[in-house]
């Protein structure tokens, strides 16, 4: 994927692992936004997926193709036990998390604080190449605590490389792993493009991609001016209408406006399905709160899926409803400013 992409210039545009965000319905729902866009699991810990409930962990649509799991472990065995364990699920792709800095992330040792340890790393991508049968990348950020970015990133990146890493996605900027919440560590270390943008020019043989407070699909494009791939998290669960702009303006294919009434039929159908195994209707709908951001009546959809849809017993009427209260006529054209990229 990451190969035909840098050998044909053509660009990526992916949704970003996000642990409780970024779970099967999240990605069904984005999946009908976007035919393209390359999709991440939340992180999933080695662990888990040897011991736990891996059905549950692992399992997902079809349809949600092409979707990369991220792993999240420190143990080379571990990481490739799991490997082999997720290759009967057929994912596109692994990932491995050195990006995260969670205190949970932090007492297992891996996550963000790997960046401390480039040459683990680099072992530990080597004994994932070995099993997996599909792209392994690694999704990091440009440093951590006082480490001094322009130095250690090009040797992370160096010995990444050098170990086979397929691609590797960048969150522009530091996590801080003592005194800052996950949370803060997504928003207060200042975002450095320009060394992410110079991690590419150095590594031009190498897909690299750029990850960090990217707003909207104008952003987006001009990332790509420079980057192999451009990675929205926040942006694109927040403001998922934004995805349905993405093959038009990112890829140049597929068309330029939604068929919201065939989401609506086809978001029914999934969750009529989620309900009967045994699921219930929020799971599916908590994800599609964001749809309608811009459009009159976006408010009511909202509102009827947060309060109707959490009832106990509550059906797919409820997405109608929601649906029923947004001017879909009015705003169901993509919006101006995403049409503008496909030039
Ligand atoms: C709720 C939430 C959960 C996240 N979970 C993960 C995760 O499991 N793995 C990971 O690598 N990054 C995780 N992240 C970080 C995102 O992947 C991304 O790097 C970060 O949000 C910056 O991108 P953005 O500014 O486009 O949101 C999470 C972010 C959020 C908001």
């Known amino acids: 994927m990451y190969a ?14 996000m642990i409780d965000w970024t779970d099967r319905h999240c990605r069904f729902l984005h999946r009908q936004l976007s035919r393209q866009a390359l999709l991440y699991t939340e992180m999933v810990v080695a662990d888990a997926i040897i011991h736990g409930p891996r059905q549950r962990l ?11 799991l991220q792993l999240g472990g420190s143990d080379a065995g571990k990481l490739s036990e799991a490997i082999r364990i997720a290759a009967d699920y057929g994912y596109d792709e692994i990932n491995l998390n050195v ?3 969670s205190d949970r992330v932090q007492s297992g040792t891996f996550g963000a604080c790997l960046m401390r340890d480039a040459g683990h790393v680099a072992d530990l991508v080597s004994a994932m190449k070995t099993v997996a ?20 990133l090009p040797d992370f990146l160096r010995r990444m490389i050098g170990a086979g890493a397929d691609a590797i996605w960048i969150h522009a900027r530091k996590a801080w792993l003592q005194g800052l919440s996950p949370k803060e560590n997504r928003e207060i270390p200042p975002l450095d493009y320009d060394l992410v943008y110079r991690m590419k020019r150095e590594n031009p043989d190498v897909f690299v991609g750029i990850n960090g407070g990217i707003a909207d699909l104008d952003q987006a494009a001009s990332h790509l001016k420079v980057m192999d791939g451009v990675m929205l998290g926040r942006a694109a669960y927040q403001n998922a209408g934004l995805l349905a702009g993405v093959d038009a303006a990112v890829t140049g294919t597929g068309p330029a406006e939604v068929d919201w009434l065939a989401l609506r039929d086809r978001m029914m159908a999934y969750a009529e399905g989620v309900i009967a195994a045994g699921g219930r209707l929020h799971h599916v709908t908590r ?36 649906f029923a209260a947004v001017d879909i006529e009015a705003g169901s054209r993509v919006q101006p400013e995403e049409k503008k990229l496909a030039g």
């Open 4 to 17: 035909d992409a840098l050998k044909h210039g053509q660009k990526i545009f992916a949704v970003a692992p």
């Open 99 to 101: 990006g995260c800095p």
């Open 58 to 68: 692992l399992s997902y649509s079809p349809e949600e193709h092409p979707v990369a």
């Open 287 to 322: 994800h599609m709160v964001g749809l309608f951001q811009g459009f009159a009546g976006a408010r009511r959809f909202r509102q009827i899926l947060s309060a109707e849809a959490t009832r106990p017993g509550a059906g797919v009427e409820v997405i109608a409803a929601a």
């Open 133 to 152: 049968t599909v792209p392994v990348t690694v999704k990091c950020r440009i440093g951590v605590d006082d480490q001094e970015p322009a130095e250690v």
